[in-house]
């Protein structure tokens, strides 16, 4: 059941589909590109000079020094803050503005915002412009509403989180605008779909295994080390015993797809011997040198320290058992898992105005990958984050990405009414 209040709101967001559609194709039409990083600036502005125009406090906050920035490609983050008519929290949309480059196989062009058919597409659609729209066009609806709103609403456009988040998300969180008592509920609204209420990600373990041989003439292999065949028990290693065990890890997480609900482990590349792209036939040469890189996914049962830990302990038992067997192995990059409690009020709110919106209970899921969340979590102490959004997430990265108008609807109501009941308390 809704109260008469809700149904004018609902209704609202409705009577404001075509707005919606319209900043959802502005903001597509900003080819912001990461890397490298591409019209930023433009487009964080849009997005501010929509928002001050309404009343809202907004600052641009460049992060200066991430990887990436420069006076050319400027990492500007845009946050817009609506003050309400009297003390209380403060719930925060956070979007990120950048999109992975088009690639090939576009049938559409990339960067237009084409609509047809009832939906927007190009490049970012789903993740995560058309969402980003969805929360502006909710904001402003509540805000509109005439309703006596406590505390303050509160929507950022941030860099970078498609590369990490560094001159984003973990930029801003390390200079509190990511903690309590600036926010107190964040919502992201990345493209989980529309029933789905997102509480959390997996973390990742990305590293480098090298093993070393030593070189020699192809014709007397006798004389050298095989680098590859020492590679080769490190596969053999994987493959007979950490994938099975990995397999075999349950988790609270309820992860989707079902598939990611264990650790992962993907062998990300193989490099041995000689580079074979100069042409012809190589020279006859025993490899002193095999690479191959992992990208390893972590539950949050897991400890990274351990995850990392097992792994030495894997190939240090080679260099017992294997003779002449050497490695090095370096860290690439890492991110902690992360997840919200189910209890918490911003999931709760949220999976209450999905049913309310849609008449179907939400499913409570977690990513396989990652997203900004981490930062708000483990940067800014910020333990409720969901990530809520319209489209369809496996449309994300895609050819020919699109947002489905009808679930940029339906997403704008419920971040609306979940919005008013975090503030109100009311529901
Ligand atoms: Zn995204």
Not at 179 to 206: A, F, Q, T, Y
Not at 364 to 391: E, N, V
Request: glycine content about 10%.
């Amino acid at each position: 059941m809704t109260h008469p209040r809700e149904d004018a709101l609902l209704r609202e967001i409705e009577n404001r589909t075509d707005d919606l559609v319209a900043l959802t194709r502005e903001l597509i039409r900003f080819p912001t590109v990461n890397p490298p990083g591409d019209a930023y600036q433009p487009c964080a502005e849009h997005l501010g000079e929509r928002l001050r125009k309404r009343g809202f406090k907004v600052e641009y906050v460049r992060a200066e020094g991430a990887p990436g920035d420069s006076d050319d490609k400027p990492r500007i983050n845009v946050i817009a803050r609506h003050e309400g008519g009297r003390p209380g929290p403060c719930v925060h949309f956070n979007s990120h503005i950048d999109v992975v480059e088009p690639g090939e196989g576009w049938t559409v062009p990339p960067f237009e915002g084409l609509v047809r058919d009832g939906k927007v597409y190009g490049r970012g659609a789903c993740d995560m412009k058309g969402g980003l729209a969805a929360s502006v066009v909710a904001v402003e609806a509540l805000i509109d509403s005439g309703v006596d709103l406590p505390g303050a609403l509160e929507i950022s456009g941030t860099a970078d989180e498609e590369s990490g988040g560094y001159g984003g998300v973990a930029y801003l969180a390390e200079r509190g605008w990511f903690s309590k008592p600036r926010v107190d509920h964040v919502i992201i609204p990345e493209p989980l779909n529309v029933d789905r209420v997102c509480i959390g990600h997996r973390g990742v373990w990305w590293s480098e295994i090298t093993t070393e041989g030593r070189i020699a003439h192809g014709s007397m292999p006798f004389l050298g080390d095989n680098a590859v065949r020492h590679m080769g028990a490190v596969l053999d290693e994987l493959e007979s015993r950490i994938f099975p065990a990995l397999s075999r890890q349950a988790t609270a997480m309820p992860v989707v797809p079902e598939g990611a609900r264990t650790p992962t482990l993907n062998i990300n590349s193989i490099h041995g011997g000689q580079d074979d792209a100069t042409g012809g036939l190589p020279s006859p040469l025993v490899p002193d040198s095999c690479r191959i890189v992992l990208d390893r996914r972590l539950l949050i049962e897991e400890d990274l320290d351990e995850v990392k830990a097992q792994m030495r302990a894997m190939l240090d038992g080679l260099v017992q058992t294997r003779p002449n067997f050497r490695y090095r192995i370096r860290d690439l990059f890492e991110v902690r898992p992360s997840m919200t409690e189910p209890d918490r009020p911003v999931v709760r709110m949220t999976c209450e105005a999905v049913e309310q919106v849609l008449g179907r209970p939400a499913q409570i899921c977690c990513s396989p990958g990652t997203y900004d969340q981490k930062h708000i979590d483990r940067i800014g102490k910020l333990r409720d984050c969901i990530a809520y959004g319209p489209g369809i997430l496996d449309l994300a990265h895609q050819p020919d990405e699109y947002v489905g108008v009808d679930d940029m609807v339906n997403s704008a109501k419920v971040m609306a009414l979940a919005a008013y009941a975090l503030l109100t308390g009311d529901r």
